[in-house]
């Protein structure tokens, strides 16, 4: 059974910096697609950010050269840093996987085949 579970959230000031984990069981992360995505209160979800099976990484033009996506193999776990974090950035985080995806600079993002979602992470910037 897959499982990806989210953790690193918490409450910052603006301009500060939080760094996210997704744990990923069940499967190799490594052979999936995988994103950060996000959802402020009564807002829709969108995309953070992607990573491709080939390491080719997107971002959504809100968080472009604020925060950085990787993935460590070794521990199947993936990362989102995240630094000038300012109060529009507070969400919830969620980490998902697919055979295909990729978050558009838009903020949009697409799927192909099954997704697997964690629960999400709170995170909340303070002005």
């Known amino acids: 059974q897959v499982q990806l579970v989210e953790s690193g959230g918490g409450s910052v000031q603006s301009g500060g910096s939080l760094t996210l984990s997704c744990r990923v069981s069940g499967d190799t992360a490594s052979n999936y697609c995988m994103g950060w995505f996000r959802q402020a209160s009564g807002q829709e979800r969108e995309g953070v950010a992607s990573?491709?099976?080939?390491?080719?990484?997107d971002y959504a033009n809100s968080v472009k050269g604020r925060f950085t996506i990787s993935l460590d193999r070794a521990k199947n776990t993936l990362y989102l840093q995240m630094n000038s974090l300012t109060p529009k950035d507070t969400a919830m985080y969620y980490c998902?996987?697919?055979?295909?995806?990729?978050?558009?600079?838009?903020?949009?993002?697409?799927?192909?085949?099954?997704?697997?979602w964690g629960k999400g992470t709170q995170v909340t910037v303070s002005s």
């Open positions: 998902a996987e697919g055979l295909r995806l990729r978050v558009s600079r838009s903020g949009a993002y697409s799927f192909m085949g099954t997704e697997y």
């Open positions: 990573i491709d099976t080939n390491d080719d990484i």
